[in-house]
């Protein structure tokens, strides 16, 4: 194990036992049997140590999600990978509150893959007409929930003491981000379904089909059609 590998496992281990989420790099160096002068040329400073860290153990959660085979309904994925993000989370919770409470001036690379891995579940989605915004917009939606709703239950327990409070916020965000695809489709929503399954599938369409610019003028049109729906709803 080479001597950065060494350092981050101790920082992690450290960290999983700390009661305030915290480690100082003097007892880093000591576990690790290192001198700090060595961790600083490794990690430029303490930040750049936590968020080395906090993606060395979120890496476990983002391989499985990696590895999972894909379900016959891409629904049956958004629903697991929220579970396992916030069972994650409960598991890990001083790795989790530096990923997304903290402002590390080093930003770990794990949160931006897990955003991608959701937008591919949403794409698919999106592929099968069943969304009511875009994936982008949806992706953010799920993410800020299901992060808020896990940083409630890891930061404020005695607040919070009931974990299937995150399976009421996920129902609730599916229900905001998806069309019921059992009840009668209405006229409106079936053109906005339409627009954000045309829209996920742009980047496909470029260059075969279409220009960047041209791309890009077709994606401002598209985008316009859930708005003006959702306006002419309001009415």
């Known amino acids: 194990?080479?001597?950065?590998?060494?350092?981050?496992?101790?920082?992690?281990?450290?960290?999983?036992?700390?009661?305030?989420?915290?480690?100082?790099?003097?007892?880093?160096?000591e576990a690790a049997g290192v001198q700090q002068p060595a961790l600083y040329r490794l990690f430029g400073d303490k930040d750049g140590l936590l968020a080395a860290t906090v993606d060395h153990v979120w890496e476990q959660y983002l391989a499985m999600k990696r590895a999972a085979e894909r379900s016959a309904d891409p629904l049956d994925d958004l629903r697991a990978g929220w579970d396992s993000h916030t069972a994650f989370a409960l598991a890990h919770p001083n790795a989790y509150r530096l990923l997304f409470a903290t402002t590390l001036t080093t930003r770990p690379e794990s949160a931006d893959e897990a955003m991608r891995l959701l937008r591919e579940v949403l794409d698919r989605l999106a592929a099968d007409?069943?969304?009511?915004?875009?994936?982008?917009?949806?992706?953010?939606?799920?993410?800020?929930?299901?992060?808020?709703?896990?940083?409630?239950?890891?930061?404020?327990?005695?607040?919070y003491p009931d974990a299937g409070?995150?399976?009421?916020?996920?129902?609730?965000?599916?229900?905001?981000?998806l069309?019921?695809?059992?009840?009668?489709?209405?006229?409106?929503?079936?053109?906005?379904?339409?627009?954000?399954?045309?829209?996920?599938?742009?980047?496909?369409?470029?260059?075969?089909?279409?220009?960047?610019?041209?791309?890009?003028l077709l994606g401002e049109w598209l985008a316009r059609v859930p708005a003006a729906e959702a306006h002419s709803t309001q009415k």
């Open 129 to 159: 007409g069943r969304l009511r915004v875009v994936s982008t917009t949806a992706a953010q939606m799920v993410m800020a929930a299901n992060t808020g709703v896990a940083l409630a239950l890891v930061l404020q327990p005695s607040l």
């Open 165 to 177: 409070l995150s399976a009421l916020v996920r129902d609730a965000t599916h229900r905001a981000i």
């Open 1 to 29: 194990m080479s001597t950065r590998s060494r350092i981050i496992e101790v920082t992690a281990a450290l960290l999983a036992q700390s009661p305030t989420g915290d480690v100082s790099t003097r007892a880093v160096c």
């Open 179 to 216: 069309r019921d695809v059992d009840a009668v489709d209405h006229a409106s929503d079936a053109r906005t379904a339409a627009a954000n399954t045309l829209t996920s599938g742009l980047g496909e369409l470029v260059p075969a089909t279409f220009s960047p610019a041209e791309a890009g």
